[in-house]
């Protein structure tokens, strides 16, 4: 038989590393999302942008398990001369997050291990921000995902080193990988918990590429009641091809309420753009207000959102930003 948890995925209090909690049971969760962004000033039409996101775990020991993760974005203008929205959208971004057989849990093993399609360890990777920001995000900075393997040691203390190999990812420059002849791409990240921090830790990695390395360093720190802040500031070898500038650099700032009500995100492209942004969403059930359901997700939510970019050349363009939206998570 097996049992089906919807919401978050979590071992009862007391599990030990042969929980039977984690024999036959499967997670799934689900997000819909639709925004309508507003670019005051700018002269530009209205955009929609319609978010689908869901992941699946199947456990069938506390050994191993099958977790997909992925979503689907499509965004679309307002067509000024026939008032109507395009049928078809105008770009659709599909990403697999992961597709992998893991080894190990954990909440329960020192030693853990996935194989398949994913991202390799790097960075703290998060935003609080809504899909249209996120639409807009530079993924170039923490990697795309690739078939390969992943390892990990954690004390189930305050120490865990990752490790990971992949080949060819999405994304990648092809003939940059011809000139180095490098058939795989690596990484490695240290995460350690400050014991003189409430909560906090501290994130360290770095990644080759095969044509360029990646270093990141995140702190993140969370508050009794559950908010989180973190920031992290990344840098790539590889130039910048639109400035003629020898690196990259980006600076996050990030932070978000334990209810997901009130978020804040400011990045610092180098030489590039600097943005900013802050949310509120709005929680409902059934017509009745709750901040969040029993399993701690949202169940729908009224979301509003303002920020802007600043251009730092003139390759970008600084605009505002205003949007709208729904979602819904099952």
Not at 228 to 253: C, I, V
């Amino acid at each position: 038989m097996l049992g089906i948890a919807m919401g978050l995925c979590q071992l009862p209090e007391g599990s030990g590393p042969s929980s039977n909690a984690l024999y036959g049971v499967g997670c799934m969760r689900l997000r819909a999302a639709s925004d309508l962004v507003a670019l005051p000033g700018s002269g530009e039409s209205p955009l929609k942008v319609n978010t689908a996101a869901g992941s699946l775990s199947l456990h069938f020991s506390p050994w191993i398990a099958v977790q997909i993760k992925g979503q689907a974005r499509a965004t679309s203008g307002f067509d000024k001369d026939a008032p109507s929205w395009g049928l078809m959208p105008e770009s659709f971004d599909k990403r697999v997050d992961h597709a992998v057989i893991r080894l190990g849990n954990p909440a329960l093993h020192r030693f853990r291990a996935s194989l398949g399609n994913q991202r390799l360890p790097f960075g703290v990777d998060a935003s609080p921000a809504d899909d249209p920001w996120q639409v807009f995000e530079d993924r170039d900075f923490w990697g795309f995902s690739a078939r390969g393997a992943a390892i990990a040691y954690d004390n189930l203390m305050d120490l865990q080193f990752e490790a990971g190999v992949s080949g060819q990812g999405s994304g990648e420059n092809m003939e940059q990988d011809k000139v180095r002849k490098l058939p795989l791409r690596t990484s490695a990240r240290l995460s350690y918990d400050l014991s003189f921090f409430e909560r906090a830790k501290v994130v360290i990695s770095a990644a080759d590429d095969l044509y360029r390395m990646r270093y990141g360093f995140g702190f993140v720190s969370a508050l009794r009641n559950g908010d989180l802040t973190h920031f992290e500031m990344l840098r790539s070898t590889a130039s910048d091809e639109q400035l003629d500038a020898g690196f990259r650099r980006l600076f996050r700032f990030a932070y978000q309420t334990s209810d997901r009500r009130w978020w804040l995100l400011y990045d610092d492209d180098r030489l590039r753009a600097r943005s900013y942004a802050f949310g509120y969403r709005h929680f409902f059930v059934g017509g009745n207000v709750r901040g969040r359901s029993l399993d701690g997700q949202p169940d729908l939510a009224v979301k509003v959102s303002l920020g802007g970019v600043r251009s730092l050349n003139k390759t970008v363009e600084g605009r505002a930003v205003l949007s709208f939206g729904l979602e819904a998570t099952l």
